[in-house]
């Protein structure tokens, strides 16, 4: 095998790479962005979610102590509610998208680039949950603010709630681009993803705080990383603030972490796999 | 030091394919028991390309030619057989090769659908980690050579396919790439686009040295982009000559397909002219298609007695069908 004699051009250090991806991040939130109005429109959905629980927990607190229960007042609850909806609802099914590079080929125009895969999807779907994500709140705190009233919010639970958010939003992605890899082997990895984001929601305590699950559930809960990516920042927006966000970071980031580990075994094995779909 | 651009040393590659009977029940049954078939794409192909030089792959459908390239440019990894591209190999060193080569396709967009072509540009411009006064420089330049100007501010799904396409490979272009790669570059461009696109990637050939490797249907392409051809048909190179080998030998009848008028009183149309080296293969009631052996009479020379002896409505003008220059070879082939 012979070589040619002139200097290549290689690939600059990681941060470099790192700087592609905000590129690409920032292509999304502009192209996202867009779009506002339509994303808005969906969230219409969110201000029904929110009164239809502030009057189930306005009948409940007659019964019974809430905050007892849960730890939170009515209040609090319909904010919290607002904060993981906003969150969870930041999270679209854009992983199909690897379902139909994969399948049509596609694939080939994203592997032409001197940009890894995964790292082009982390720009372009993590940018994506951003802007759903800030949009779902430019919706939500307005509709809880009517429904419930103000609750005490410092500017230092804004910000643990929100990096918290973030964070949790990209460590998810991990985890969800990991089961997208699935499409290597198979044709559609939808209902797995269904699965993973139904479990998020339910043992991440989407609707009300783990502290109100039967005791035996809760346990489960706590013991599963799905409530720092749900309940762990909603906690800090509605509650906690800074108090605990080094722990929950800490866990959000290995919780990440880990993720990259199947993610990277089942990308490079699935890159084996890829076929010449579609010419 | 050689100037070897590519080299490929027996190709294979293999995959399977999975299969199912038709209705419910073969349905159940690929479930319980899935069955796959072994498909070969490429049966050892050997391929060397020097640098600067311009090489057109083609064949009939699912002859292998993507599969080469996406071997090529380290989109697909072969079952078998060695590949050097640049001195790197695709697969392993995809992120340098990419650095120093380009991929175009026709038949799938690398632009963002929503961005205007020029930001799209910008971002490419971060990819490919170009410095901010080159990327400047070359832009300017290549917007210039393929009239981009109009363009640049309009969201891509809103341009034409030919605007797209010409969009696509000045995208392709912009990180100065030592090989070309076009896999089907001009499929559903008209004629104009088709010669804009024609003359952007000669003149990157001859002017700047680019290796040009090119995969088409269209015997135009071939004939005006590349000096040398590989033929491939299911998986195996049949043919590897200079492109004017294969025209004096394979390419000499084109076929003419003629739609004509009726003279208005319903009368039949007027006999076809006697012209030596014209052929009448087929005729309807307003259609005649005829084949022209360009070596006895140039096929415009042919065109313009037709036009001028019959009501003509409409005239295309096509190369034989690319199985029977296959069938063609393989008859040389054992006749030597």
């Known amino acids: ?279 | 030091m050689t100037d070897i651009a590519v080299e490929a040393r027996g190709v294979e590659k293999r995959y399977r394919r999975r299969v199912r009977d038709p209705g419910l029940s073969g349905l159940f049954r690929s479930l319980l028991s899935p069955r796959y078939e072994e498909v070969l794409a490429l049966g050892g192909v050997d391929l060397a390309l020097k640098t600067g030089e311009s090489l057109a792959l083609i064949g009939p459908n699912g002859a292998g030619k993507s599969t080469t390239i996406k071997i090529l440019t380290g989109i697909l990894f072969p079952t078998k057989g060695e590949v050097k591209v640049l001195g790197l190999t695709p697969w392993e060193q995809r992120a340098a090769l990419a650095m120093n080569v380009a991929t175009v396709f026709g038949q799938r967009s690398q632009l963002w659908y929503h961005l205007p072509a020029g930001e799209t540009f910008d971002l490419l411009a971060r990819i490919y980690e170009l410095d901010r006064a080159e990327y400047r420089r070359r832009r300017e330049e290549l917007v210039e050579r393929f009239e981009l100007q109009p363009l640049l501010r309009t969201a891509v799904r809103k341009l034409s396919l030919g605007e797209r396409m010409r969009c696509e490979v000045a995208a392709a272009l912009l990180h100065r790439p030592r090989i070309l790669f076009l896999d089907e570059p001009t499929i559903g461009l008209d004629v104009i686009a088709k010669q804009q696109i024609r003359g952007i990637v000669r003149e990157l050939n001859e002017k700047e040295g680019v290796t040009v490797l090119l995969t088409s249907h269209d015997a135009g392409d071939v004939e005006q982009l590349c000096k040398r051809v590989v033929v491939i048909n299911r998986g195996q190179v049949v043919f590897d000559d200079r492109v004017s080998t294969l025209r004096r030998r394979y390419l000499r009848r084109k076929v003419i397909d003629l739609q004509l008028r009726d003279g208005g009183d319903g009368s039949p149309p007027p006999p076809l002219p006697e012209i030596p080296g014209v052929r009448l293969i087929k005729a309807s009631a307003m259609g005649r298609k005829l084949e022209v052996d360009t070596d006895q009479r140039p096929i415009a020379e042919v065109v313009s007695q037709m036009m001028a002896a019959l009501p003509v409505a409409d005239v295309t003008v096509e190369d034989p069908p690319m199985e029977e220059i296959i069938a063609a070879i393989y008859r040389d082939e054992a006749a030597s």
């Open chain 1, 1 to 279: 095998m012979t070589a040619v004699g002139l200097e290549l051009r290689r690939p600059g250090p990681p941060h470099r790479q790192v700087w592609k991806v905000v590129g690409v991040l920032g292509v999304t939130l502009r192209t996202r962005a867009a779009y506002a109005g339509q994303i808005i429109l969906r969230t219409a959905f969110l201000a029904l979610v929110l009164f239809s629980f502030s009057q189930l927990w306005a009948a409940t607190s007659l019964s019974v102590d809430v905050r007892a229960v849960t730890g939170f007042t009515v209040a609090q609850l319909i904010w919290y509610l607002a904060f993981t909806e906003a969150t969870v609802s930041g999270i679209p099914f854009r992983e199909s998208e690897v379902d139909q590079e994969v399948r049509s080929g596609d694939i080939a125009t994203r592997l032409i680039r001197p940009l890894a895969y995964p790292a082009f999807h982390f720009g372009s779907q993590v940018g994506d949950r951003l802007v759903r994500f800030g949009l779902n709140l430019c919706v939500g705190v307005p509709v809880a603010l009517l429904v419930a009233g103000p609750i005490a919010l410092r500017p230092l639970n804004v910000v643990a709630g929100l990096v918290a958010a973030v964070t949790a939003l990209a460590a998810d992605w991990v985890w969800t681009f990991s089961i997208s890899m699935l499409a290597f082997w198979f044709e559609d990895t939808s209902g797995v993803q269904l699965l993973y984001r139904r479990a998020t929601m339910l043992l991440g305590g989407l609707l009300v705080p783990l502290e109100a699950y039967p005791d035996w559930l809760g346990k489960v809960c706590q013991a599963l990383p799905f409530r720092f990516m749900v309940a762990g920042p909603a906690r800090m927006f509605v509650a906690d603030g800074v108090r605990g966000l080094g722990t929950l970071l800490g866990a959000e980031l290995i919780y990440g972490a880990a993720g990259l580990v199947p993610l990277l075994v089942l990308y490079r094995l699935g890159l084996r796999r890829v076929t010449s779909q579609g010419g």
